[in-house]
Each structure stands twice: as structure tokens, then as C-alpha cells.
């Protein structure tokens, strides 16, 4: 079992930035897919990055490719979403998640319904 705890969401203004951390505990190591992934209020669950770990393979939705940036820290067993250029429409409830799956090519922001392990979320919003 591997548990996920989101921290960093908040409140900032257009244009702003925000770093969140996923700090995860038990059999951390059996995961190579980190992920990212958000949902807006009346919306679907949108993917937003990925990371697989073997390679450092990143994986972003083209709504965020250029302002968001996924990143591991192994040693801290904490993976990360740096935010730039922060827009209204990127307000929502981020949740990172972890799985184990046979290759890059399953590691992507599509694959959401397929990850195993998830936090609880942490709330991100943006102001004109």
C-alpha cells in the first residue's frame, strides 16, 4: 500500500505561481508512474502530468505543456507540480497518484482511471 498526502494548493492571482508536493509513505518504491491530475467543479477529472520514474518520462496535458512542470525528489519520496503563468480555468482540486505499470508508454495524463493509489486532494484557486 502506498498513501499520498497533498500539500501546497491555495489561493493566488492570474499570472502567479504555486509549487504542490505529494509526499508519499508505505511501499513507495513499487510505484514507478506519478501523476497529477485535477478537477474543476461541474467538470471531469482532467490529467495534467505524469512522470515514470525509470526514465524521468514526463507526460503533460496541452492546457498546462510550457507553465507546469512534474518533478521527483526519491529521496524525499515526494513528487512535485511547479505551476507558472497560472490562468482561472486551472482552478480545481488536485490529486497526485502513484501506480505501477509495464512501461512508459502507460504512464501518460490519459491513464488516470488506471492508477491505484490517490490523495485526498488539495484545493487550487485562481483570481482574475
Known amino acids: 500500500q502506498v498513501q499520498l498526502l497533498e500539500s501546497g494548493g491555495g489561493s493566488v492571482q492570474t499570472g502567479g505561481s504555486l509549487r504542490l508536493s505529494c509526499e508519499a509513505s508505505?511501499?513507495?518504491?513499487?510505484?514507478?508512474?506519478m501523476g497529477w491530475f485535477r478537477q474543476a467543479p461541474g467538470k471531469e477529472r482532467e490529467g495534467v502530468a505524469t512522470?515514470?520514474?525509470?526514465?524521468?518520462?514526463?507526460n503533460y496535458g496541452d492546457s498546462v505543456k510550457g507553465r507546469f512542470t512534474i518533478y521527483l525528489d526519491n529521496a524525499k519520496k515526494t513528487f512535485y507540480l511547479h505551476m507558472n503563468s497560472l490562468k482561472p480555468e486551472d482552478t480545481g482540486t488536485y490529486y497526485c497518484?502513484?501506480?505501477?505499470?509495464?512501461?512508459?508508454?502507460?504512464?501518460?495524463?490519459?491513464?488516470?482511471?488506471?492508477?491505484?493509489?490517490w490523495g485526498k486532494g488539495t484545493l487550487v484557486t485562481i483570481s482574475e
Open positions: 497518484a502513484a501506480d505501477q505499470v509495464p512501461g512508459a508508454d502507460r504512464c501518460t495524463t490519459d491513464g488516470g482511471s488506471g492508477m491505484d493509489y
Open positions: 508505505g511501499d513507495f518504491i513499487s510505484t514507478n508512474c
Open positions: 512522470i515514470y520514474t525509470y526514465s524521468g518520462f514526463t
